[in-house]
């Protein structure tokens, strides 16, 4: 299969990328480069399949140039997955998070409609579930209400996708990721930032009492379900939850890398965060039942993994 993946030198689209080259793909990769955060990160992580996967630096915002990248490159699959991530920086710069996911996202659909491309997958986010109290969150749950420009963004997406479907009979599939975190993972994460405040001895910033809870997904569980998708041939239109359905607290979260570093954190606590949400917990019957989908990675095993590579890439 030839796979165009946007983001693809990003955390999940650079694993993805790896991916699928080791599965026999031809894959190409677009990606600005922007200074979300340090650039060198995301060109170290396209180094290593950069002679595999030609990587065109390009803005999605460009309807021009995505479309001759489309159809040049004659895709059977778009995996779609560059994005302004973050739910505090959208609520300080709404308008960059509305022309880069809504109308990013606009482009690549119309150049996959022109240029033929028979499938299309979208990284959405359970941040789409905003404050809902029916847990876990299914596919199927009326969406009414998000509470920051992020989610608000991504579920925009989704329905863009949809009537590509509906109108064009273009095949979309949007998965709603779960605090995806493993090697590689974006430094301004948690996971990621606390990791390295609490090896270097600095104090970590605790939004709220601790009690917000997490469903943590691990790189690897997240990829192999969008790797599914590749064969995925159900409904024309589909959305599927990619977590691991367990919860975590911000308390036990933090505790659980205490652990795996040998070191206490110092923390210091501060009041909730405006668009944090104080639950995401995923229900993956349906991705289990259609995708195979089979995560097993838990909390409990996978921080020590990060941390063991977040200590190696240090040396």
Not at 13 to 40: Q, R
Not at 180 to 190: C, E, F, I, T
Request: with cysteine.
């Amino acid at each position: 299969m030839k796979i165009l993946v946007t983001g693809g030198a990003g955390f999940i689209g650079s694993h993805f990328v790896e991916k699928c080259l080791a599965l026999g793909h031809s894959v190409a990769v677009v990606d600005e480069f922007n200074d979300f955060y340090d650039p060198a990160i995301k060109r170290a992580n396209v180094a290593g399949f950069a002679k595999d996967a030609p990587v065109h630096e390009a803005d999605i915002r460009d309807a021009d140039a995505m479309l001759r990248i489309v159809k040049d490159g004659r895709f059977d699959s778009i995996v779609h997955l560059a994005a302004r991530a973050g739910v505090r920086p959208s609520i300080k710069d709404p308008r960059l998070y509305v022309e880069t996911n809504i109308l990013g996202t606009l482009n690549l659909l119309e150049a996959a409609k022109q240029g033929n491309v028979p499938r299309f997958i979208c990284a959405s986010s359970s941040s789409v579930y905003g404050v809902l109290k029916t847990l876990p969150f299914r596919e199927d749950l009326a969406l009414t209400q998000t509470i920051s420009p992020y989610a608000a963004t991504k579920l925009a997406g989704e329905q863009i996708c949809s009537n590509f479907s509906h109108l064009f009979g273009l095949r979309t599939i949007n998965l709603r990721f779960f605090t995806v975190y493993g090697p590689r993972q974006r430094p301004d994460l948690a996971i990621h930032s606390f990791t390295k405040a609490i090896h270097e001895g600095r104090s970590i910033q605790q939004f709220g009492d601790g009690s917000t809870r997490r469903d943590y997904t691990y790189i690897d569980d997240i990829i192999q379900g969008m790797t599914a998708c590749l064969a995925y041939e159900g409904q024309l239109c589909d959305v599927f939850n990619l977590g691991e359905s367990q919860t975590t607290t911000l308390s036990d979260l933090i505790a659980t890398i205490e652990r795996a570093l040998g070191k206490k954190a110092v923390i210091e606590k501060k009041p909730d965060q405006p668009g944090d949400v104080p639950v995401t917990y995923a229900d993956i019957t349906k991705a289990k039942a259609l995708l195979a989908y089979d995560p097993h990675t838990k909390i409990a095993e996978g921080i020590p993994r990060f941390v063991e590579w977040f200590l190696a890439s240090r040396k």
